[in-house]
């Protein structure tokens, strides 16, 4: 089974503050890793596919990166909106899944 | 517009069962393999099962294995998940979610709201 790890588990950022958050896989998964934002009550909403795709609709500010093993999910600017937690998640292994354990983003 | 709309959670007491469903509306819901995906309270997302868009194929995690089984109703646009035996950890807000392949990698483009299974004596 792949494994999926997040760094930092946490994070306290300020509006305006440039952030990236990685994920690491325990073996190689290519580029099939997505990101998924989700506020408090919500639903997951995808953010990245493909390690560095865009989603349609997510603004710009949001950019991955990364193949293999590791993975990094950017915010250049970080937005009031932007203070959720942010999963990663291999396809790699599709049709089963694995999502990373979440690193959560709040105001400093 | 795409929703999904998950029912038929609750509290129920371990070892007894349970059958959820998530009403799809918006697309070919034929199209589309189809994830149930939970959430326990306070904690990560856990993927839970999948089936294929033509009903051929379904998959599930380690965790729930042997216990819950997944199926879809084409003609009425569901999606169900049955779950057996059941147990305290499988307390969680329960997603059904709709799978996309994008460039090769699937991706969950729509999510439903949720609904929470409480499994407690």
């Known amino acids: 089974d792949i494994q999926m790890t997040q760094s930092p588990s946490s994070l306290s950022a300020s509006v ?3 952030i990236t958050i990685t994920c690491r896989a325990s073996q190689s998964i290519n580029n099939y890793l997505n990101w998924y934002q989700q506020k408090p009550g919500k639903a997951p909403k995808p953010l990245i596919y493909g390690a560095s795709s865009l989603q349609s609709g997510v603004p710009s500010r949001f950019s991955g990166s990364g193949s293999g093993t590791d993975f990094t999910l950017t915010i250049s600017s970080l937005q009031p909106e932007d203070f959720a ?12 899944f694995t999502f990373g354990p979440g690193t959560k983003v709040d105001i400093k | ?17 349970l059958r959820l469903s998530c009403a799809a509306s918006g697309f070919a819901f034929s199209d589309y393999d189809m994830h149930w995906v939970r959430q326990a309270p306070g904690k990560g997302l856990e993927w839970v099962a999948v089936m294929s868009y033509d009903g051929r194929n379904k998959y599930y995690a380690d965790s729930v294995k ?7 109703d084409i003609s009425r646009n569901t999606l169900d998940l049955y779950m057996n035996s059941l147990r305290p950890e499988d307390t969680a807000l329960y997603y059904c979610a709709k799978d996309v392949e994008r460039e090769l990698s699937h991706l ?3 999510w439903g709201q949720g609904t929470l299974v409480t499994v407690s004596s």
Not at chain 1, 85 to 96: K, N
Not at chain 2, 66 to 72: D, K, L, M
């Open chain 2, 108 to 110: 969950f483009d729509y």
């Open chain 2, 1 to 17: 517009q795409v929703q999904l709309v998950e029912s038929g959670g609750g509290v129920v007491q371990p070892g007894r069962s």
């Open chain 1, 16 to 18: 305006g503050d440039r």
């Open chain 2, 66 to 72: 042997g216990r819950f089984t997944i199926s879809r």
């Open chain 1, 85 to 96: 937690t942010y999963y990663c998640q291999q396809s790699y292994t599709t049709p089963l």
